[in-house]
């Protein structure tokens, strides 16, 4: 009898891709609308997520920046620790990292090969599945911690089987309202099932919309509340292209002065609170966390985790920089970055997914800009047809390109040395360029 040749990488992936919905490529169909699926996945694999700790981070902007921050400082502070987030930029083994450190390829080819019969069974969806793997390879590797960022929402999320040493919610605002509310306060509550009995849970932002809900949840839960911007205040005394740095304050007395930050983003100022006082709990909970550790994590983030995208600067004459930031809130606070560097103009390399009402995001958008239209490479990508349409109508000008890069070489090709390169719009537009 022939022996079936093993898969290779390229193949495990396609199988992962293709046979099992995937939200990121596809959207909104592939949500699945219960955990009914990574329950039965994990029991069958001897529940791997009850057997390490975590700290589990939600949010609709900053929760990869934030899981990212939290990471580096418990790495820095000697912990193994484990890191699963959403989605990738390059390659699927960004998604599950132990101190820094990739899943190895070969690994998800094993995960997938050895357990090909129990996802016939189970029919889980690629989020699911890899959710699994993240858990079961944290556990193997015998990580001290993980912080685990949820993918879509909260209550629901297939990371939420996890009982965390603290839970961190971050800013609450408009996206995937299809799935999970149309108001602020509807969004909210999705985020707030993540809150477990008795666990802690760190609010990073205090906004009038959502307060009562994170309160309630937190009061039925019997779980310890804290709103981090009510305990921390950061300001921001230096902005420049190198680094941010931060002074923070617990009431009038000075907190941590000269923070360096290495995530340029001036948005990180939101999440900053979020992240300090979620250390502040691990703390109580008997972490070691020198204010040493802090500080060499935040400021070497990009170094220790891996993590890019984030007002990730690319080239300098011209500027060229990318942000991943796609909702409304996250553009608004792109834009306010951008303006103030005040150069001349900006070329910004655009595009979308095609699953979001994007009207209000083109009408955040500077029509004095130049614009670069584009669609990335994924079956979720709005038609860059459409999207010239559509920024036309709204009064932006410029040319429709079908490739990212394409786009990306026209700016190139047309920006001056003292005017900006602006890359965003989505994820996997900024996936696509080439320097990243």
Not at 80 to 91: A, E, R, V
Not at 106 to 125: M, N, T
Not at 275 to 281: N, S
Request: hydrophobic content about 40%; aromatic content about 8%; charged content about 25%.
């Amino acid at each position: 009898m022939k022996i079936p040749s093993p898969m290779t990488y390229e193949e495990c992936l396609e199988y992962m891709y293709e046979q099992l919905p995937m939200f990121h490529r596809i959207g909104n169909a592939a949500f699945n609308k219960s955990l009914d699926n990574i329950l039965a996945l994990c029991e069958a694999l001897d529940n791997p997520q009850h057997k390490f700790k975590s700290v589990h981070v939600a949010g609709t902007n900053g929760k990869g920046s934030s899981s990212n921050m939290l990471a580096a400082i418990l790495q820095n502070s000697g912990y193994k620790t484990g890191l699963y987030t959403s989605p990738h930029l390059k390659d699927f083994t960004e998604r599950i990292r132990i101190n820094g450190l990739q899943i190895p390829k070969e690994k998800v080819v094993q995960f997938v090969e050895q357990h090909k019969e129990l996802f016939a069974k189970i029919q889980p969806s690629f989020f699911e599945m890899t959710v699994a793997l993240a858990f079961e390879h944290f556990v193997e590797e015998e990580v001290d911690i993980a912080v685990i960022e949820v993918g879509l929402g909260g209550r629901l999320d297939s990371t939420n089987i996890i009982t965390p040493e603290v839970c961190l919610i971050t800013n609450i605002s408009f996206d995937h309202q299809s799935i999970l509310g149309e108001t602020l306060q509807e969004i909210a509550a999705e985020k707030a099932g993540i809150i477990k009995e008795n666990v802690p849970v760190i609010i990073s932002q205090t906004q009038a919309e959502t307060v009562a809900v994170f309160e309630e949840k937190a009061r039925e839960m019997h779980a310890p509340i804290v709103f981090a911007d009510k305990h921390l205040d950061v300001i921001n005394p230096d902005v420049n292209m190198d680094a941010r740095i931060f002074d923070v304050y617990k009431g009038d007395m000075v907190f941590l002065s000269n923070l360096e930050l290495g995530l340029l983003g001036s948005y990180q100022e939101f999440n900053l609170p979020g992240v300090l006082m979620t250390v502040e709990e691990l703390r109580k909970k008997g972490y070691d966390i020198s204010e040493y550790n802090i500080r060499e994590g935040l400021k070497y983030v990009e170094e220790i985790t891996g993590f890019k995208g984030r007002w990730q600067v690319l080239q300098e004459n011209p500027l060229m920089i990318c942000d991943t930031g796609h909702n409304e809130a996250g553009m608004k606070a792109v834009l306010a970055q951008i303006e103030r560097l005040n150069l001349p103009k900006v070329h910004f390399v655009f595009g979308a997914v095609n699953d979001k009402d994007i009207t209000k995001i083109l009408q955040l958008l500077p029509s004095e800009f130049t614009y670069y239209f584009c669609q990335a490479n994924i079956p979720r990508a709005l038609l860059v047809d459409d999207l010239f349409k559509q920024a036309k109508s709204t009064g932006l000008s410029g040319q429709k390109y079908n490739s990212v890069m394409e786009a990306v070489h026209a700016a190139k090709a047309t920006a001056k040395e003292n005017e900006l390169i602006f890359i965003g719009g989505s994820t996997f537009v900024v996936a696509e360029v080439d320097d990243l």
